[in-house]
Every structure is written in structure tokens, then in C-alpha cells.
């Protein structure tokens, strides 16, 4: 499945972007994008009706992103891809599109992407699809729920304006998923404890210790469970084009950044008076505030 870090935009600040126009994480807290985790929930559900079935998280950012797939593994994912090269830092939809979509043909052997509808920090809703689009698979969006899936094809329930359709698609497909569907399990205390040490390579800190030994950190750990270093890949490993990865291979670019804080100049007190409630929804038509 496709996960993100997010910055939480409950929390954006004046260093919230950088001087280039693309988002300054380092400043943020990070998050689990929210669709994300009902796009997990989704695939955990498919695991456990289909036994032999895994989900994989795979997911783009630093090495702190790394994060993203131990709390999919907390919640009882089997393993994670983590894309992480600077040539990959400042992608649009377009390339963040393309770069998740040859980590995927690597992966090779994939039944079902599943993901949340969109991310909370671009609200685009466009990468589900173009991953599609670039690997000419099939697609269902604004999905609630992911009623069945056999060898052939899947059935799913998806949000359309005005209800609800039920549509069934040809495997292999994409599928985005809306908040509206059932939230994400908590973490398993048992997993938590099993993978809580689990890193990328580029997540370890080095830890010096004066008389060279490995005691202070837990580098002995990750040779006894092969299952702790999570899969890490640069643009080479996946074979991807750097003209088509981050800023190289995104057309979209900011052309300038506002800071706005709206202030109040004024404030009028009204009754719930029909004569009041009348003059203040004239009042908005006319200053074409709504309308």
C-alpha cells in the first residue's frame, strides 16, 4: 500500500515553507497521513480474509519517514519499501507519481495499491491516479470500502455525489480510499515490541562508544533479526530517470509564498431576530462574501 508522512497542518508555522516553495518538513511535526490509515485498514482486512496474503508499506520522504512503516507494522503490515535520495526531495504529484510506480515494478507480483484519497499537506488527490496511469493499471477512487476481491477481479464500494455505487474491477487495480472509511486499528502491543527497533540504515544514528565496543547502541540486533532493517532504495535502485524525480521532474512550481493571518477590523453583535438574520444574509450577498 502508498503511505505518507505528512506535516501536521495543525501546526504550521511562519518556517513552514522554504525559500524554494516546497514544504520545510524539518520544522513540522510528522504525522501518518489520516486516508492513509483507512487505506491500511483496507488492505489489513484483505489479509486476514485471504491467509497467505502480505501488505507492504511503501512510502517516499527522508529517513525519518521511515517511521510511516513501523506504525504499519505495529498495526500488523509484514514489511515496507522506503524511497529516500536527495533526487528525490521536492517532487510534485507528477514525480512523486513516477517514482512510487518504478518502486512498484520492482516490488513486481502486485494485486492490489492501495491508499488514501489524498495527503493533507497538497490535498491534490491526482498521485493514486497517475500511479495508475504510468503502470496502465486499473483504478477505483473515493472508495468506503473493499467488499471482496477473488482471483480475478475486486468489489468496491465508492463515494459518486448524491450516494454510493458499487463497482467491481479486473485485477490488478488502484485503489484510493476516503476518510470516510472505517478507521485504522490501534497498534499491537506485541508488534510494537517486535519491531520497535526496526530502521532503514540510513535511520542509525552513529553511536561512537569510547573503548570501540558495541555496547550503547543496538547494531548486534539487526544481524540476529534480518527483519528489523527495513528495505531502503535510492532513484538507482528502483532504475529511475533523475530528470523525472523531485524538483528535476516536477513542472509545477510555486512562484511565491504569502504568509496571511486574517484579523477581525470589526465585529456587529446580532439577535436571532428574523429582521437581523435578514440584514446580515443581505449584507454577505452584497459584498459577494456568499452568493
Known amino acids: 500500500m502508498l503511505a505518507k508522512q505528512v506535516p501536521d497542518t495543525r501546526n504550521v508555522g511562519k518556517d513552514a515553507m522554504t525559500a524554494e516553495g516546497t514544504v520545510n518538513r524539518a520544522a513540522l511535526p510528522a504525522i501518518f497521513n489520516p486516508e492513509d490509515l483507512n487505506a491500511l485498514e ?7 480474509q485471504h491467509p497467505g496474503s502480505t501488505v507492504g508499506i511503501l512510502t517516499m520522504g527522508p529517513p525519518r519517514a521511515g517511521e510511516i ?13 522506503l524511497l529516500t535520495d536527495r533526487l528525490f526531495a521536492g517532487a510534485d504529484t507528477l514525480a512523486t507519481s513516477y517514482a512510487l510506480a518504478t518502486a512498484i515494478k520492482k516490488i513486481g ?34 472508495a468506503e470500502e473493499v467488499c471482496s476481491v477473488n482471483d480475478n477481479s475486486v468489489v ?17 487495480v488502484v485503489i484510493t480510499v476516503n476518510g470516510s472509511a472505517a478507521p485504522c486499528r490501534p497498534q499491537n502491543a506485541k508488534l510494537v515490541m ?32 534480518p527483519y528489523l532493517t527495513l528495505n531502503q532504495w535510492s532513484v538507482a535502485d528502483v532504475d529511475g530517470d533523475a530528470s523525472q524525480c523531485g524538483l528535476a521532474g516536477s513542472p509545477t512550481k510555486v512562484k511565491a ?22 440584514g446580515m444574509i443581505k449584507e454577505l450577498l452584497s459584498e459577494k462574501i456568499i452568493g
Do not use: H
Not at 512503516?69 to 514489511?79: E, H
Not at 494485486?111 to 497538497?122: E, F, L, N, S
Not at 468496491?156 to 490488478?172: H, Q
Open 194 to 225: 517486535k519491531y520497535k527497533r526496526a530502521t532503514c540504515p540510513m535511520e542509525r544514528p552513529a553511536r561512537p562508544v569510547a573503548d570501540g565496543s558495541a555496547a550503547g547502541n543496538y547494531d548486534y540486533l539487526y544481524d540476529e533479526r
Open 109 to 142: 507480483d502486485v494485486d492490489i495499491v492501495i491508499g488514501g484519497r489524498q495527503a493533507i499537506d497538497g490535498d491534490t488527490a491526482q498521485v493514486g491516479p497517475q500511479v495508475a496511469q504510468k503502470l496502465g493499471l486499473n483504478q477505483v477512487t473515493y
Open 69 to 81: 512503516i513501523r506504525q504499519g507494522l505495529y498495526r500488523g503490515a509484514d514489511t515496507g519499501w
Open 42 to 48: 483496507q488492505a489489513l482486512r484483505l489479509k486476514e
Open 156 to 172: 468496491v464500494k465508492r463515494v459518486i455525489d448524491g450516494g454510493v455505487e458499487t463497482v467491481k474491477a479486473p485485477l490488478p
Open 257 to 278: 509564498i504569502k504568509n496571511i493571518v486574517f484579523q477581525a477590523k470589526e465585529s456587529k453583535t446580532l439577535t436571532a431576530s428574523d429582521a437581523d438574520i435578514e
